[in-house]
């Protein structure tokens, strides 16, 4: 009769990364049905996205190229909500790399204080993970009337 060995795991390293991913605790207050929820990056990084653009000052999500093709994706009425967000999310924690352009001439350490807290309240409120950070970058600065400006200019050539 042969004996089984057990089966054993690597041990997980504490800051690995930025996100802890092992096992969730016990939810106390959950209902009694067994069973899993996953939730896909992509419904973190939607409504992080959403969460985002309910800030006041802030004219766009994402980098040159990327609002270039949302431009196109809002011409044909696909809106990529999570466009400019990027997350990683595991059992119970999530987090979230965020790329915005401001109103000039909206303080823009003030615009993006606001968007790290609604986007963490968002996703713990909404999802029900625990956000470890959420790190803006400021891509740009929008000024009012240059866009007028540059559409006239391309009419009248």
């Known amino acids: 009769m042969a004996t089984e060995t057990p089966k054993t795991t690597a041990p997980v390293t504490p800051g690995a990364g930025r996100v802890d991913r092992t096992t969730p605790k016990i939810d106390e207050?959950?209902?009694?049905?067994?069973?899993?929820?996953?939730?896909?990056d992509g419904v973190v990084a939607k409504v992080a996205g959403i969460a985002a653009r309910e800030i006041p000052g802030v004219h766009a999500l994402g980098g040159g190229g990327a609002r270039a093709l949302g431009a196109i994706r809002n011409a044909i009425n696909a809106t990529d909500l999570g466009q400019g967000v990027k997350v990683e999310v595991g059992e119970t924690q999530a987090a979230v790399d965020l790329t915005i352009v401001v109103e000039y001439p909206t303080p823009v350490h003030q615009v993006a204080s606001q968007v790290r807290d609604a986007v963490a309240g968002a996703i713990t409120r909404l999802v029900g993970l625990e956000v470890v950070e959420v790190n803006v970058t400021v891509d740009d600065v929008h000024v009012p009337g240059d866009e007028d400006e540059e559409h006239e200019?391309?009419?009248v050539s």
């Open 29 to 40: 207050t959950s209902s009694a049905t067994n069973g899993t929820t996953v939730i896909a």
């Open 153 to 155: 200019e391309s009419r």
